[in-house]
């Protein structure tokens, strides 16, 4: 006889609070020319940043995602025992164990948490953040503590002049929990292995111990292939998001995509054919691309800046390595 097993009772889920931990140390366009061949208007022109953030030595992936895990809880209104779980999203993590999100609960006091990290390079924190709504949704946990956090300058030679006025380091998070009515769409994801040459490392850690002549392990950016994919790809996967979602262009409060430079940001939006009334995160024009701490750090600053309505709806989209995206429509933080 086959028993009969007890299930959790499901819940619909929803972002509760958000928080960002931006390091101490902004970077000028002519001190990053310091380093690369280019000029701090070539670099306007191009990407649209004008400063970004670099982390000191005392802000480690650690020390900024806690910094924004707290101000997620604090914003949310969760004492860390009430976490079930934490989720970490990074590519610039150099220790390979424990894992980051593990250490992170330790340091926020999130005793009766469980912790993982994930790889999807800019598109973490959209895929962490579908992970996490169906974690609440399936009735697994209550609460759930998404970060994105990168030191992008550990593993961008600074002396690249293809990416290195792009890349900087913070972290930012989200709360998400259970609710009465649904709060985060269904996720579009997708990943295309046959595009990995769009970004890669130059070397593996594998290949450097054995021959420290090598480069060091740096990541590596063919720009106009990765623009071409992902005007081809995050469109239409944007909009697949809008429909599952059940809403349409000019039902949205925000636009928050990744924020790889304001000019694939502006694209997207044009594409999209969002209505003037949408407010379109240009984060990336003071904080540069900071990996999958990029679009938590936008919301925060958006919510901020009063740029959006609480409660109101975010379409959300990251892209990056692999070459991979993931996206979703979520309701901003605020309103219940």
Same mark, same amino acid.
């Given at each position: 006889?086959?028993?009969?097993?007890?299930?959790?009772?499901?819940?619909?889920?929803?972002?509760?609070?958000?928080?960002?931990?931006?390091?101490?140390?902004?970077?000028?366009?002519?001190?990053?020319?310091?380093?690369?061949?280019?000029?701090?208007?070539?670099?306007?022109?191009?990407?649209?940043?004008?400063?970004?953030?670099?982390?000191?030595?005392?802000?480690?992936?650690?020390?900024?995602?806690?910094?924004?895990?707290?101000?997620?809880?604090?914003?949310?209104?969760?004492?860390?025992?009430?976490?079930?779980?934490?989720?970490?999203?990074?590519?610039?993590?150099?220790?390979?164990?424990?894992?980051?999100?593990?250490?992170?609960?330790?340091?926020?006091?999130?005793?009766?948490?469980?912790?993982?990290?994930?790889?999807?390079?800019?598109?973490?924190?959209?895929?962490?953040?579908?992970?996490?709504?169906?974690?609440?949704?399936?009735?697994?946990?209550?609460?759930?503590?998404?970060?994105?956090?990168?030191?992008?300058?550990?593993?961008?030679?600074?002396?690249?002049?293809?990416?290195?006025?792009?890349?900087?380091?913070?972290?930012?998070?989200?709360?998400?929990?259970?609710?009465?009515?649904?709060?985060?769409?269904?996720?579009?994801?997708?990943?295309?292995?046959?595009?990995?040459?769009?970004?890669?490392?130059?070397?593996?850690?594998?290949?450097?111990?054995?021959?420290?002549?090598?480069?060091?392990?740096?990541?590596?950016?063919?720009?106009?292939?990765?623009?071409?994919?992902?005007?081809?790809?995050?469109? !239409? #996967? $944007?909009?697949?998001?809008? /429909?599952?979602?059940?809403?349409?262009?000019?039902?949205? @409060? &925000?636009? *928050? %995509?990744?924020?790889?430079?304001?000019?694939?940001?502006?694209?997207?939006?044009?594409?999209?054919?969002? !209505? #003037? $009334?949408?407010?379109?995160? /240009?984060?990336?024009?003071?904080?540069?691309?900071?990996? @999958? &701490?990029? *679009? %938590?750090?936008?919301?925060?600053?958006?919510?901020?800046?009063?740029?959006?309505?609480?409660?109101?709806?975010?379409?959300?989209?990251?892209?990056?390595?692999?070459?991979?995206?993931?996206?979703?429509?979520?309701?901003?933080?605020?309103?219940?």
């Amino acid at each position: 006889m086959t028993p009969t097993l007890q299930a959790a009772e499901p819940s619909h889920a929803r972002v509760l609070g958000v928080g960002a931990y931006r390091p101490r140390r902004v970077v000028t366009n002519p001190e990053v020319c310091a380093h690369i061949d280019s000029t701090p208007e070539w670099i306007e022109s191009r990407s649209g940043i004008r400063t970004r953030r670099f982390a000191g030595p005392d802000e480690t992936l650690c020390a900024m995602a806690v910094s924004a895990g707290k101000a997620a809880l604090a914003d949310a209104g969760i004492d860390p025992d009430q976490l079930d779980c934490v989720i970490v999203a990074s590519m610039s993590n150099l220790v390979q164990t424990p894992p980051l999100s593990v250490l992170v609960a330790d340091e926020l006091g999130a005793r009766n948490s469980a912790g993982f990290d994930l790889s999807a390079a800019c598109a973490g924190f959209c895929h962490a953040l579908a992970v996490a709504g169906d974690l609440v949704r399936a009735g697994s946990a209550r609460q759930v503590l998404v970060i994105g956090a990168e030191r992008m300058t550990d593993i961008v030679d600074r002396t690249d002049r293809t990416i290195a006025f792009m890349f900087a380091d913070g972290a930012g998070a989200a709360v998400v929990g259970s609710s009465a009515e649904p709060g985060i769409g269904p996720v579009v994801r997708w990943a295309d292995g046959r595009s990995r040459g769009g970004l890669y490392m130059n070397t593996t850690w594998a290949q450097f111990r054995d021959d420290p002549t090598l480069e060091w392990p740096a990541m590596k950016m063919d720009g106009q292939r990765v623009f071409r994919w992902v005007v081809e790809n995050a469109v !239409p #996967a $944007a909009k697949e998001a809008l /429909r599952r979602a059940g809403i349409g262009v000019g039902d949205l @409060a &925000a636009f *928050i %995509p990744h924020q790889a430079n304001v000019r694939m940001i502006e694209v997207l939006a044009d594409r999209l054919g969002l !209505p #003037a $009334a949408v407010a379109v995160s /240009r984060d990336v024009v003071t904080a540069g691309n900071t990996s @999958a &701490a990029s *679009i %938590p750090l936008a919301m925060r600053a958006m919510l901020d800046a009063g740029a959006a309505e609480p409660g109101g709806a975010a379409l959300l989209i990251g892209f990056g390595a692999g070459l991979n995206y993931a996206g979703q429509v979520a309701l901003l933080p605020g309103r219940s």
